[in-house]
């Protein structure tokens, strides 16, 4: 039979894995983003360099 203490051991371990795993992947989406702001700065870097008014209108 399960005790009280175990349970609550239990809930609390599933709690902060499922806290770790969220915190992980709000990282990785920040990271994400990030870089494809990055990407995007430097895509309108060329565009501006290269006058090109197609890109530079987005």
């Known amino acids: 039979m399960v005790t009280a203490k175990r349970l609550a051991d239990i ?5 902060s894995g499922s806290m770790m795993l969220l ?3 709000g990282g990785y989406l920040c990271a ?5 702001f990055m990407q995007k700065q430097k895509q309108l870097k060329l565009a501006a360099e290269n ?7 987005d």
């Open 32 to 36: 994400l983003r990030g870089y494809r």
């Open 51 to 57: 006058q090109d008014p197609e890109v530079i209108k």
């Open 11 to 15: 809930g609390y371990r599933a709690f």
């Open 23 to 25: 915190t992980v992947y």
